[in-house]
């Protein structure tokens, strides 16, 4: 089945504590894109990338880094995570220049 | 900076209504704009998209979109709302080339008996 898998669903964490949410996909796309989503905010974009070892900023990359040493991998690295980034996370991905993507079932952080 | 503005907040419509959301977006070139639904703890689903061509697509789950250029528009309609449509809906402006989608704040659609 194609589809766009994040780990873990859900995590509970304390402001310091380093820690990395994976994001894979299973369908060869180039492009990968990591959004928060936040209540009234919508989705705003934190990295993106266009194909192994090609990553970017988006909207909101401040605390937060990211890597791609492997097309189908995508993961997302918070080294000293604060309360600020409480949010729901999405992982996403799209074959180049379609536009179309596909989102993973999100990972819900809470950082106290 | 392309932009999207989705004015309803939360609209509440009886099942077997119609149903419009509403888009605006802005953006200096020919657009790319998608539409995207997400049910309650779940992730985002597309349900259609614009490229080029004719401005009336259609998408899954009997849903249409109509590009207006002149009115920098791209709403979301249906014929007669289900209670599963019951969701949050996000409209989205991209760009040919550029895979960065920028999203509105999106509309809670709640469907009533």
């Known amino acids: 089945e194609a589809q766009v898998t994040q780990n873990p669903r859900y995590l509970i964490t304390v402001t310091g504590k380093k820690l990395t949410v994976t994001c894979s996909q299973n369908?060869?796309?180039?492009?990968m894109s990591w959004y928060r989503q936040d209540p009234g905010l919508g989705l705003r974009q934190i990295y993106y990338s266009m194909n192994v070892e090609v990553t970017d900023k988006g909207d909101v990359p401040e605390g937060y880094k990211v890597s791609r040493k492997e097309k189908r991998n995508f993961p997302l690295i918070l080294e000293s995570p604060s309360p600020n980034q409480t949010s729901l996370y999405f992982c996403?991905?799209?074959?180049?220049?379609?536009?179309?993507?596909?989102f993973g079932p999100g990972t819900r952080l809470t950082v106290l | 900076a392309q932009s999207v503005t989705q004015p309803d907040i939360h609209i509440t419509v009886s099942e077997g209504a119609s149903l419009e959301l509403r888009c605006n977006y802005s953006y200096g070139a020919t657009p790319y704009l998608f539409w995207y639904v997400q049910s309650p703890g779940q992730g985002l689903q597309l349900l259609l998209k614009?490229?080029?061509?004719?401005?009336l697509v259609q998408g899954i789950k009997g849903f249409e979109a109509e590009f207006k250029r002149s009115q920098s528009s791209f709403n979301l309609r249906k014929p007669s709302v289900h209670w599963s449509d019951a969701a949050e809906y996000f409209c989205a402006v991209g760009a040919q080339g550029n895979e960065k989608l920028t999203f509105g704040t999106g509309t809670r659609l709640t469907i009533i008996p």
């Open positions: 614009y490229f080029s061509g004719d401005t």
């Open positions: 369908m060869n796309h180039e492009y």
């Open positions: 996403a991905s799209s074959p180049f220049n379609t536009g179309a993507q596909y």
